[in-house]
């Protein structure tokens, strides 16, 4: 997957529950985790475990497989945690309106962030389209 520097644990999660949608222990412990994000790095690995209807074994695998060496690791992670509040209230919105509902809260939460990025695509597109016009006209 990515370097843990990289994506942060919120992100991970997400993305792993969005792309693995088999409601297995992965499935479980990934939902547990989202739920006690904001608990993060207090929360024990026993905790998880225990939530999630699993093992201490099973949770430290999880966090192999999402790119940590360990829980500890993955607890610790504090890249973008301002998310956290989010990225929870996406996942209790796609739980319990769909995954549409969550999308629109997300686009509503991020409008102006979403904006700017939409603006610069744009702009980058329309130098590219006046560059390939001006090596046309050269040509």
Do not use: W
Not at 39 to 51: G, K, R, S
């Amino acid at each position: 997957m990515h370097e843990p520097s990289k994506l942060s644990v919120h992100i991970r999660l997400v993305e792993y529950l969005f792309k693995n949608r088999k409601l297995d222990t992965n499935f479980s412990i990934a939902r547990v985790m989202i739920i006690k994000v904001n608990e993060f790095p207090n929360v024990t690995i026993d905790e998880i475990a225990y939530l999630a209807h699993t093992t201490p074994g099973s949770v430290t695998k999880f966090c192999k497989k999402l790119g940590y060496k360990s829980f500890k690791e993955l607890r610790t992670d504090r890249l973008n945690y301002r998310y956290a509040n989010l990225f929870r209230d996406m996942f209790s919105i796609a739980e319990s309106k769909g995954i549409d509902s969550a999308l629109n809260f997300f686009i509503i939460e991020n409008q102006k962030k979403i904006l700017e990025k939409y603006s610069q695509a744009y702009m980058a597109l329309l130098r590219q389209i006046y560059f390939l016009n001006y090596l046309s006209i050269l040509v």
